[in-house]
């Protein structure tokens, strides 16, 4: 089945550790996006690619890091430097500029 | 600044009543406008919301946007326990690129028996 596969479902960080969350599609998308939700708050975009070998930052992008070195694959890398990570994370996946957003099923980062 | 404002943040109805929630927008370089729900996981899409005035129906589910105004209402009639959830206003501010999403805050829908 096509679909977003984020993993995992749950994270636990201790202090001064960085942490990569999985996101994959096999949906032949070319924009891929990375939202953070808390509560009361709706989504907030980190970082976005449109194309291989290509991101560019969202509004809350500080203490965060991403690559994207194949069409299916976009990893967020919630690094030491940001001090508030607790919260829901999103992955998207777009098929052209004119179709809604999808979205995985995401995941739920805690601090240790 | 791009910004979308969802009203009321939460509702409280029963089984049979009819709701509207309500979304405003000030962005720059306007695309469409996205409606989605939210259960325990993923947002699942709704509508999606180009030209003013043509309403998008879906079963019990109906929204329309107003440009000139600025906002967008999503309606759900005979509400049923099912419909409980949060519903997630977003602009899609593309220009000619793929563009990124502004989403409300969502409004908190609860459907009691």
């Known amino acids: 089945d096509g679909g977003i596969t984020q993993s995992p479902k749950y994270l636990f960080r201790k202090e001064g550790q960085n942490v990569t969350l999985s996101c994959e599609q096999n949906?032949?998308?070319?924009?891929m996006y990375w939202y953070r939700q808390d509560p009361g708050q709706g989504l907030r975009l980190i970082y976005y690619?449109?194309?291989?070998?290509?991101?560019q930052k969202g509004d809350i992008a500080e203490g965060y890091s991403v690559s994207r070195e194949k069409k299916e694959s976009f990893p967020l890398t919630v690094t030491s430097a940001q001090k508030n990570p607790t919260a829901f994370y999103l992955c998207?996946?777009?098929?052209?500029?004119?179709?809604?957003?999808?979205f995985g099923d995401g995941t739920r980062l805690s601090i240790l | 600044e791009d910004k979308v404002v969802q009203s009321p943040l939460s509702l409280v109805v029963h089984e049979g009543d009819t709701v509207t929630l309500n979304c405003s927008y000030e962005?720059?370089?306007?695309?469409?406008l996205l409606w989605y729900k939210q259960e325990k996981k993923a947002p699942t899409f709704l509508f999606m919301l180009?030209?003013?005035?043509i309403e998008k129906k879906s079963g019990r589910l109906s929204s329309i946007l107003d440009k000139k105004e600025l906002f967008s209402i999503l309606n759900i009639t005979a509400t049923q326990t099912g419909d409980s959830a949060i519903y997630l206003c977003?602009?899609?501010?593309?220009?000619?690129?793929?563009?990124?999403?502004?989403f409300g805050q969502g409004t908190i829908l609860t459907v009691h028996p």
């Open positions: 962005v720059t370089n306007f695309r469409s």
């Open positions: 977003a602009v899609d501010v593309g220009g000619t690129s793929y563009g990124k999403l502004t």
């Open positions: 180009t030209s003013s005035g």
């Open positions: 949906l032949n998308h070319d924009a």
């Open positions: 690619s449109q194309i291989v070998n290509d991101f």
């Open positions: 998207a996946s777009r098929d052209t500029p004119n179709q809604p957003q999808h």
